[in-house]
């Protein structure tokens, strides 16, 4: 099974015409709908001001981390 991020990084196409991913809605938005500290921050902590002002979480605190029972630790490679 592959793993794949969620959400996905933004292509080089995106990142030209500024576009970011907002870390709570996911959506794909242009870097005027980021505050200066929202826009600087990475993928996974930053949010849309539609998001700040709503109170949003942040996809990963909503969702949090779930492992498969027959994972393997990627640095150990043990089953966890």
Same mark, same amino acid.
């Not at 959400?7 to 080089?12: A, K, L, R, V």
């Not at 242009?30 to 949003?56: F, I, L, T």
């Given at each position: 099974?592959?793993?794949?991020?969620?959400?996905?990084?933004?292509?080089?196409?995106? !990142?030209?015409? #500024?576009?970011?991913?907002?870390?709570?809605?996911?959506?794909? $938005?242009?870097?005027?709908?980021?505050?200066? !500290?929202?826009?600087?921050?990475?993928?996974?902590?930053?949010?849309?001001?539609?998001?700040?002002?709503? #109170?949003?979480?942040?996809? $990963?605190? !909503?969702?949090?981390?779930?492992? $498969?029972?027959?994972?393997?630790?990627?640095?150990?490679?043990?089953? $966890?």
């Amino acid at each position: 099974v592959a793993v794949s991020s969620f959400p996905p990084p933004p292509s080089p196409q995106c !990142k030209e015409i #500024g576009v970011k991913t907002c870390g709570a809605c996911s959506r794909m $938005l242009p870097d005027d709908v980021y505050s200066e !500290k929202q826009r600087g921050m990475r993928q996974s902590s930053r949010r849309c001001e539609v998001c700040v002002a709503a #109170g949003n979480e942040l996809v $990963l605190m !909503k969702e949090g981390l779930t492992f $498969l029972e027959e994972d393997d630790c990627p640095i150990c490679q043990l089953p $966890l």
